[in-house]
């Protein structure tokens, strides 16, 4: 992977987002999300995984999950990449008190090109997201061959075959049409 300093990037570049939440109308805050993201001059969202429901990770004792994966091509840099999600968190109240915890949104950064980025507040690609089947399937619909830690994406989900998930049907396109749960 490069390592080059982001005037040196070439854009734009593809980047997979993951997104999740388990508080309020999850499907129309990623709804939202996905919207303000392809509105952004320099963002389009190009593929959206199925949603999944998943059971919470860290904390058991709340909601299950919504999650799915996103292909964006991204003429942002990483980190202004990370201010637009973050802004698009806050604008749906999205509050950081518990790691792991309860939240109407999170949008994370999983790969971006081939960029390797460690800053404080940003580490591409995902450091736990082969960990984590949430990710990985969602990922692996829309992108079974890209490479995750040295392996195809694909490849992760049978690896992470003991972890519970279940699709949630929507119709290809559901997020553009603001469709509630």
């Known amino acids: ?9 070439q854009l734009p570049a593809t980047a997979y987002l993951g997104l999740g939440g388990n508080v309020g109308d999850v499907l129309l805050s990623m709804s939202r999300m996905l ?23 860290g904390i058991e ?3 299950w999950f919504l999650n799915c994966c996103v292909e964006v091509s991204s003429g942002l840099d990483p980190r202004s990449l ?4 973050l802004a698009g968190e806050r604008e749906l109240h999205r509050t950081r008190s518990v790691r792991w915890g309860p939240r109407t949104i999170d949008a994370d950064i999983l790969t971006f090109g081939d960029y390797e980025v460690d800053h404080d507040q940003l ?9 984590r089947l949430f990710v990985m399937q969602p990922l692996a619909d829309i992108a079974p061959d890209l490479m ?5 994406a694909k ?7 003991d972890q519970e998930l279940e699709t949630v049907v929507l119709d290809e396109g559901w997020w553009r049409k603001g469709v509630t749960g």
Do not use: F, N
């Not at 919207?35 to 990770?57: F, G, I, N």
């Not at 580490?123 to 960990?131: F, K, L, S, V, Y």
């Not at 490849?155 to 075959?161: F, I, K, P, R, V």
């Open 1 to 9: 992977m490069s390592t080059s300093p982001p005037e040196a990037m």
């Open 35 to 57: 919207r303000m993201l392809d509105a952004h001059d320099c963002v389009a969202v190009e593929q959206v995984s199925p949603v999944y429901k998943t059971p919470p990770w």
């Open 61 to 63: 004792d709340q909601a």
């Open 82 to 85: 990370l201010e637009l999600c």
């Open 123 to 131: 580490t591409i690609p995902h450091p736990r997201m082969h960990e």
């Open 148 to 152: 995750v830690r040295g392996r195809p």
């Open 155 to 161: 490849d992760w989900t049978a690896s992470l075959g």
